[in-house]
Nanobody
Framework: QVQLVESGGGSVQSGGSLRLSCAAS????????MAWFRQAPGKEREGVAG???????AYADSVKGRFTISQDNAKKTLYLQMNSLEPEDTAMYFC????????????????????WGQGTQVTVSS
């Protein structure tokens, strides 16, 4: 049974930091591209950061220089270190796993991802 379980969300003030984790199970982790998406109320789901199965990474322009995606293949865990958080970062953050995701689709094509977690809420206050 495939599972993606996010953790690490919470409420912080502007300028603060959070580290999200996504524990994966039930599939061959190293064969999959992994990504973080987020969705704020009334807005579409957007790609935040992704790692291709070959290790190449991509970031949304809005988080470049502030967020860092990483993974531990041995632990089958994906991370998102979020620094200098802004109120605009407030959203539900989702972990996603997909096989054969083209680099250009890492953040732009959510339908490329077969598996999704339930999400973890991040709230940033000004």
């Amino acid at each position: 049974q495939v599972q993606l379980v996010e953790s690490g969300g919470g409420s912080v003030q502007s300028g603060g930091s959070l580290r999200l984790s996504c524990a994966a199970s039930g599939f061959t982790y190293s064969d999959y591209s992994m990504a973080w998406f987020r969705q704020a109320p009334g807005k579409e789901r957007e790609g935040v950061a992704g790692i291709g199965s070959g290790g190449h990474v991509a970031y949304a322009d809005s988080v470049k220089g502030r967020f860092t995606i990483s993974q531990d293949n041995a632990k089958k865990t994906l991370y998102l270190q979020m620094n200098s958080l802004e109120p605009e970062d407030t959203a539900m953050y989702f972990c996603a796993a997909g096989r054969g995701v083209l680099f250009t689709w890492l953040l732009s094509r959510p339908v490329s991802y077969k598996y999704w977690g339930q999400g973890t809420q991040v709230t940033v206050s000004s």
